[in-house]
């Protein structure tokens, strides 16, 4: 099964409230990223977890945090939600680098 | 610094004809590239890749790229291009973030609309 698994896949908050997002795989993959992607735009990386160790990028350090309880789940948490966090947010898992990226169908997240 | 860009936002053409998607970098040293698809409803997919070797890399679907060098660039093509082609296609680059960390920075997509 090379699926990955994203909930919820629709997601209403309103400003300055947290939001969590979960997202799992079952392929033994290693890396597991989250991207962000607004209309019109690239997919931006926001983070990444290679086995345990989080690695966050140096623009979204402070606005993203994550936890990766096991192999298979990975979560993504805003500590307060503003207007310009509404995107859809893409999880994907990757045995590594050089190695094809398998997304899954993204959370969309409409902050109010 | 990496980056990628894909200059043609939407691109239409009929069934049966050729298609060619650009894509270029920018990047120091020598590039993992990728090529992925979003269908209609659909999460992205993995298309292809180049890592080394030869520079025509076949992937799914009748796909295939060529990696140049001299211009950085890695084209998407398929002829002849069916309805069902018919999907957002990105062009991505696997570079060094820091350290031994790799990341894969996106081009923002090529809408194709294959018209029967």
């Known amino acids: 099964d090379t699926t990955v698994k994203q909930n919820p896949r629709y997601k209403l908050a309103r400003v300055g409230k947290p939001v969590n997002l979960i997202c799992s795989q079952t392929?033994?993959?290693?890396?597991m990223y989250w991207y962000q992607k607004k209309p019109n735009q690239a997919p931006k990386l926001l983070l990444f977890?290679?086995?345990?160790?989080?690695?966050r990028e140096a623009d979204t350090f402070e606005k993203f945090q994550s936890s990766r309880p096991n192999n298979s789940f990975c979560s993504l948490y805003i500590g307060s939600a503003g207007l310009e966090y509404s995107a859809m947010y893409l999880c994907?898992?990757?045995?590594?680098?050089?190695?094809?990226?398998?997304f899954g169908p993204g959370t969309r997240l409409t902050v109010l | 610094a990496q980056s990628v860009d894909q200059p043609d936002a939407h691109v239409t053409l009929y069934e049966g004809a050729s298609l060619e998607l650009r894509c270029s970098y920018s990047y120091s040293a020598a590039p993992y590239l990728f090529w992925y698809v979003q269908y209609p409803g659909q999460s992205l997919q993995f298309l292809l890749k180049y890592i080394t070797g030869d520079a025509v890399v076949k992937g799914t679907k009748g796909f295939e790229a060529e990696f140049r060098k001299s211009n950085s660039s890695f084209n998407l093509k398929k002829s002849p291009a069916h309805w069902s082609d018919s999907a957002k296609y990105f062009c991505?680059?696997?570079?060094?973030?820091?350290?031994?960390?790799?990341?894969?920075?996106f081009g923002k997509g090529t809408l194709i609309t294959v018209t029967p």
């Open positions: 977890y290679y086995d345990k160790i989080l690695n």
């Open positions: 392929m033994n993959h290693d890396t």
């Open positions: 991505a680059l696997e570079g060094l973030r820091g350290g031994s960390n790799y990341k894969l920075t």
């Open positions: 994907a898992s990757s045995k590594g680098t050089a190695w094809e990226q398998y």
